[in-house]
């Protein structure tokens, strides 16, 4: 299986300013229809997951712009511009390139 | 607006039996590869098996394999997870996942499953 190794483990971020995640893939997530297939999700406490972004900068509707990924082949990156209060929980990035799908093991953003 | 709704969890011993149920609705349902992710408690997130959209193409993780059965119903917008021989370690959260591009867009709420004695 496909390792997805997320860093680091625990964010703890002053409101407003920016926080960066990684991910690592033990492959390259470059598939066969020329996409690359790195997501990112966020949890909150209680909840299910939501899908930020996908095939690596894409963001879904109504998340904000300042969620901003990218990267390539083995190497991704969620950026948070300036964070605020919502954006506390658990991120994780997760590949779909390969069957099984695999996730990180999620990096906890707390407010400082 | 896209929905899925899981049902079916519950408290079962090491070896027992449990069918879990996926209502979706607000989206053709015949058209998507529909998954099973499940969260241990406090712990990541694991595929554990999906199908493709006419029922004919399943895939499982290892540790589930001859144990879970994945199937759907396509008039009845339904997909169900068939778990048998349970294990204390197949104790999670259960989600009903939609796959878009190989990637999960939407998520239901979970159910949870707990193997005990």
């Known amino acids: 299986d496909v390792v997805m190794t997320q860093s680091p483990l625990s964010l703890p971020v002053t409101l407003g300013q920016p926080a960066s995640i990684s991910c690592r893939s033990s492959?390259?997530?470059?598939?066969?229809?020329?996409?690359?297939?790195l997501s990112w999700f966020h949890q909150r406490p209680g909840q299910s997951p939501r899908r930020l972004i996908y095939k690596v900068s894409n963001r879904d509707s109504g998340v904000p712009d300042r969620f901003i990924g990218s990267g390539s082949g083995t190497d991704f990156t969620l950026n948070i511009s300036r964070v605020e209060a919502e954006d506390v929980g658990l991120y994780y990035c997760?590949?779909?390139?390969?069957?099984?799908?695999?996730f990180g093991q999620g990096t906890r953003l707390e407010i400082k | 607006e896209v929905q899925l709704v899981e049902s079916g969890g519950g408290s079962v011993q090491p070896g027992g039996s449990l069918r879990l149920s996926c209502v979706a609705s607000g989206f053709s349902f015949s058209n998507y590869w529909m998954h099973w992710v499940r969260q241990a408690p406090g712990k990541g997130l694991v595929c554990v098996s999906r199908?493709?959209?006419?029922?004919?193409?399943?895939n499982y993780v290892d540790s589930v394999k001859g144990r879970f059965t994945i199937s759907r119903d396509n008039a009845k917008k339904m997909v169900y997870l068939e778990m048998n021989s349970l294990r204390v370690e197949d104790t999670a959260m259960y989600f009903c996942a939609r796959d878009s591009s190989w990637s999960i867009d939407y998520w239901g709420q979970g159910i949870l499953v707990t193997v005990s004695s």
């Open positions: 997760m590949q779909g390139a390969y069957w099984p799908y695999t």
């Open positions: 199908i493709n959209g006419d029922g004919s193409n399943m």
């Open positions: 492959q390259s997530l470059l598939y066969s229809d020329g996409n690359t297939h």
